[in-house]
């Protein structure tokens, strides 16, 4: 989603649109960010709970192969 400096609501997130599906199909996403880009991956609503730390290490690796700054909850 889009960034709006606010807390997202439920429904916003669950109806947000633009769904990723996948590992491969997100890191192909974040090469079409610009460098320097920032994207906050929260996860407060229950059903949106982060993947095994090894998944959100491989799409860390893949944003800053990419130069693009990602930030999970707890890890920056």
Do not use: C, S, Y
């Amino acid at each position: 989603m889009d960034g709006t400096n606010r807390l997202k609501t439920e429904n916003e997130v669950k109806n947000g649109g633009v769904q990723i599906k996948g590992v491969d199909n997100l890191k192909k996403q974040l090469t079409k960010l610009a460098e320097g880009e920032t994207v906050a991956w929260t996860h407060p609503i229950k059903g949106f709970e982060m993947p095994p730390g090894k998944v959100v290490d491989d799409i860390k690796k893949a944003a800053t192969e990419v130069k693009v700054k990602l930030m999970t909850p707890g890890k920056d």
